[in-house]
T-cell receptor
Framework: GESVGLHLPTLSVQEGDNSIINCAYS??????FIWYKQESGKGPQFIID?????DKRQGQRVTVLLNKTVKHLSLQIAATQPGDSAVYFC??????????FGRGTSLIVHP | EPEVTQTPSHQVTQMGQEVILRCVPI?????FYWYRQILGQKVEFLVS????????KSEIFDDQFSVERPDGSNFTLKIRSTKLEDSAMYFC???????????FGPGTRLTVL
């Protein structure tokens, strides 16, 4: 069936490095994608989104890239900080306002 | 900044017992959602609620589950007869409009023994 998944379950980086978290999706009808950050003991927190008519969107220190040809989504975090340590989920929707979440990637930032 | 709150933070119950999980949405929000996350797994949609009725529900949301907004502020999820496999984090989320930016609460950890 259709699914949203992540390539790597854990990513370890040094403070100050750039981080890239990847996500693959298989539902070609998906038209909206969201990245969430989940810190320990908290609920998912919206980070950034992108619609299918775009291939790049930038926020504060974060950039989301969308490659519809290969159905791939990535989250880039610039100058990663210890406070960025969390689990990051990609989610996709295909017309419904209900996001389908991927499994999550744990980002560990070493000082 | 307004936040979604949930109580209790942790609920331990015996199998077969009823539990009620509570959520206080952000005050001007009209759309409400429940999700669950089994340890180490994906966040899964359970149900959405608007104008005092269910808008959408997933296959997980069977007859053992119900939702209501009893007093105009709290939004509750009831599990009538808990099973071991109901053990999970339950997240409430709310939005002002039917859009994609949902604000999540901190979750209730439900442990069924």
């Amino acid at each position: 069936g259709e699914s949203v998944g992540l390539h790597l379950p854990t990513l370890s980086v040094q403070e100050g490095d750039n981080s890239i978290i990847n996500c693959a999706y298989s539902n070609s009808a998906s038209d909206y994608f969201i990245w969430y950050k989940q810190e320990s003991g908290k609920g998912p927190q919206f980070i950034i989104d992108i619609r299918s008519n775009m291939d790049k969107r930038q926020g504060q220190r974060v950039t989301v890239l969308l490659n519809k040809t290969v159905k791939h989504l990535s989250l880039q975090i610039a100058a990663t900080q210890p406070g960025d340590s969390a689990v990051y989920f990609c989610a996709e929707t295909g017309g419904s306002y209900i996001p389908t979440f991927g499994r999550g990637t744990s980002l560990i930032v070493h000082p | 900044e307004p936040e979604v709150t949930q109580t209790p933070s942790h609920q331990v119950t015996q199998m077969g017992q009823e539990v009620i999980l509570r959520c206080v949405p952000i005050s001007n929000h009209l759309y409400f959602y429940w999700y669950r996350q089994i340890l180490g797994q994906k966040v899964e949609f359970l149900v959405s609620f608007y104008n005092n009725e269910i808008s959408e529900k997933s296959e997980i949301f069977d007859d053992q589950f119900s939702v209501e907004r009893p007093d105009g502020s709290n939004f509750t999820l009831k599990i009538r007869s808990t099973k071991l496999e109901d053990s999970a984090m339950y997240f409430c989320a709310t939005t002002a409009q039917r859009d994609y930016t949902q604000y999540f609460g901190p979750g209730t950890r439900l442990t069924v023994l």
